[in-house]
């Protein structure tokens, strides 16, 4: 639907709430955006064009997270992965969510199609 | 605490579940950074010397956000109000959260410091 995209995978054994998790996506997503341009900004002004569509999707806990990351980082992409200060509810240095992106659609869903949305 | 920050304000009326509202916490994050950028870089940076901190808090409806972005707009703040494209959960169009920041922490809290945490 769109040729480039932003997913953002976050842990769901850590109890975080709505706004936790919310706060934890943004930095996830103003961290891989500056990841992505200064690997390739056309990734970032192709996904700029399409509007900028991001997906936030779940895994169960940190090994899942970890293996995301792991197959993104093989695959060339943009990895933004987030460790809370720990100053509310997770303790510091808690790896919460991981942002994968913007690059082109296609290389994003193959690493993280298998996910589900959050 | 901080010296700069960025507040995100998220409607509460819209039955959202956590997934959606990340998304658009994430796109308001990623919106007001590029305004800020533009109005004052030196917010950015310094917003990024402090950790990027974000605060995610909650308005009961449309009237009360569209309240907390006239004032942010007033006193000069970076101001992203993110309006959905209405793939899922809410009518296209429909105005979500807002992003206010990163900016000088104390006049981000002048508009925002009597709102509940999300």
């Not at 850590?14 to 706004?19: I, K, P, T």
């Not at 970890?66 to 808690?94: M, N, S, Y």
């Amino acid at each position: 639907m769109f040729a480039f995209k932003q997913v953002i995978v976050v842990r769901r054994d850590l109890g975080m709430g709505a706004g936790k998790i919310a706060a934890q996506a943004a930095h996830a997503a103003v961290l891989g955006v500056e990841k992505a341009y200064r690997m390739r900004p056309a990734w970032v002004e192709g996904w700029r064009a399409d509007g900028m569509p991001k997906v936030v999707l779940q895994v169960p806990g940190e090994a899942e997270l970890a293996d995301v990351c792991a197959r993104a980082e093989a695959a060339g992409l943009p990895v933004a992965p987030v460790r809370d200060r720990g100053l509310t509810q997770v303790a510091a240095g808690t790896l919460t969510c991981v942002g994968i992106g913007p690059a082109a659609a296609p290389d994003v869903d193959a690493v993280t199609g298998d996910l589900r949305l959050l």
